[in-house]
C-alpha cells in the first residue's frame, strides 16, 4: 500500500508567520502534489513536482512556494500567512507510469489566525 | 478548459437502496477514470478504477464507463449509512493530468 504522511494533521499559525507543510511517501514516486480544499471549491492544485529539484505551479500558486529536495518529500511553503489560506491541505503521489489515480495523505488543517 | 462535472448534491438515498452517482468529462481522449471516496474532514481514498467501456464490479460497488457520452457513472447497492461521504470523480487528461470534479454528496438515510 502506498503511505502518504502530512507532518500535521491541525496546525495553527499567526498571520505573517512562515509556515512549512511537510509530506513524506514511501512508494517512490516521481509526481507529488499539493492542493488545497475549500468548501464548495473543491481541490485546487497550488504546486506539484515531477522529480527531485522541480516545481510546476498549478491553478493557485500565489503565496506559496514548495521545495523537493529528495524523491520521498516535498514540502509546501507559506511565506507569509494570510487568514485566507486557512483552509485543508492535501498532498498526494503518483507513479511515473501513465494512467494511474493520485494517493493522499492524511491532509493538514491548517488555521491562520 | 478541461471540466469534470459533478452534481454537487445532497444525494439522499434510503438504506438498502441503489445510489446512482454521476460525472461527465469534457476531455475525449481521456483514458483513466477514478472514483474517490472522502469522509468529513477525511482525505480521498481511492474506491475504483476503471479505464474501458462498460461496467466493472468491485463488491457493491459498480463503476460505469460511457466514453461516446463521456460520461462515468458509480453505483452503490445495499446502500449503508457508512456510505454517506462525498464522492469524487477524476480523470486523467490527454497530458496524464489527473482532473478532479468537485464532488457529490451523498447521504444515506437510516
Known amino acids: 500500500d502506498v503511505k502518504v504522511t502530512q507532518s500535521s494533521r491541525y496546525l495553527v499559525k499567526r498571520t505573517g508567520e512562515k509556515v512549512f507543510l511537510e509530506c513524506v511517501q514511501d512508494m517512490d514516486h516521481e509526481n507529488m502534489f499539493w492542493y488545497r480544499q475549500d468548501p464548495g471549491l473543491g481541490l485546487r492544485l497550488i504546486y506539484f513536482s515531477y522529480d527531485v529539484k522541480m516545481k510546476e505551479k498549478g491553478d493557485i500558486p500565489e503565496g506559496y512556494s514548495v521545495s523537493r529536495e529528495k524523491k520521498e518529500r516535498f514540502s509546501l511553503i507559506l511565506e507569509s500567512a494570510s487568514t485566507n489560506q486557512t483552509s485543508m491541505y492535501l498532498c498526494a503521489t503518483l507513479t511515473g507510469l501513465r494512467n494511474q489515480p493520485q494517493h493522499f495523505g492524511d491532509g493538514t488543517r491548517l488555521s491562520i489566525l | 478548459q478541461k471540466e469534470v462535472e459533478q452534481n454537487s448534491g445532497p444525494l439522499s438515498v434510503p438504506e438498502g437502496a441503489i445510489a446512482s452517482l454521476n460525472c461527465t468529462y469534457s476531455?475525449?481522449?481521456?483514458?483513466?477514470f477514478f472514483w474517490y471516496r472522502q469522509y468529513s474532514g477525511k482525505s480521498p481514498e481511492l474506491i475504483m478504477s476503471?479505464?474501458?467501456?462498460g461496467d466493472k464490479e468491485d463488491g457493491r460497488f459498480t463503476a460505469q464507463l460511457n466514453k461516446a457520452s463521456q460520461y462515468v457513472s458509480l453505483l452503490i447497492r445495499d446502500s449503508q449509512p457508512s456510505d454517506s461521504a462525498t464522492y469524487l470523480c477524476a480523470v486523467n487528461d490527454r497530458d496524464d493530468k489527473i482532473i478532479f470534479g468537485k464532488g457529490t454528496r451523498l447521504h444515506i438515510l437510516p
Open positions: 476503471i479505464y474501458s467501456n
Open positions: 476531455d475525449r481522449v481521456s483514458q483513466s
